[in-house]
């Protein structure tokens, strides 16, 4: 029988090491978050599906930053046997890469999601990240602000 307390520590790790990944740019480790057919929502705009893609449209998007920084808290996870539904509250700071880096993207954010339990461990089966604040300018990833 699975341990509730220590599904719940492995669930707050994804969210962690999922920042972590962000952070220090390492791409290789989110092979390790995600389910093969992932899917995902960011900002209510953005729909990618299945892992590759997903990662591709990470690395792509952060890897125009010059450095990020996530704080995750408030982290909530109600476990069913193999799937989990679970969210971390978040605030990022991203600055702005070559010609940008005098700009700054500030989110309030949350990463909510769905879990599998695999013979790995628990993944992301779907990962969404709803906006609630935005400073700055989304031109540190390449994106033009909304109009």
């Not at 909510?112 to 540190?140: C, D, N």
Request: net charge negative.
């Amino acid at each position: 029988m699975a341990d509730v307390h220590q599904d719940r520590a492995e669930i707050f790790d994804l969210f962690n090491l999922y920042a972590d990944a962000l952070d220090y740019k390492r791409w290789d480790m989110l092979q390790e978050l995600f389910t093969e057919d992932v899917t995902t929502d960011w900002f209510g705009v953005y729909q990618v599906n299945g892992r590759k893609e997903v990662i591709a449209y990470i690395s792509e998007l952060v890897g125009k930053v010059g450095n990020t920084h996530h704080i995750l808290g408030n982290y909530t996870a109600k476990i069913n046997g193999d799937t989990a539904e679970a969210s971390a509250r978040v605030r990022a700071y991203h600055v702005g890469a070559g010609d940008k880096a005098h700009l700054f993207e500030e989110s309030l954010a949350a990463f909510e999601a769905k879990l599998i339990r695999t013979k790995e461990g628990w993944r992301f089966s779907h990962f969404a990240e709803p906006l609630y604040v935005m400073l700055g300018t989304q031109e540190v990833f390449g994106l033009e602000d909304p109009q």
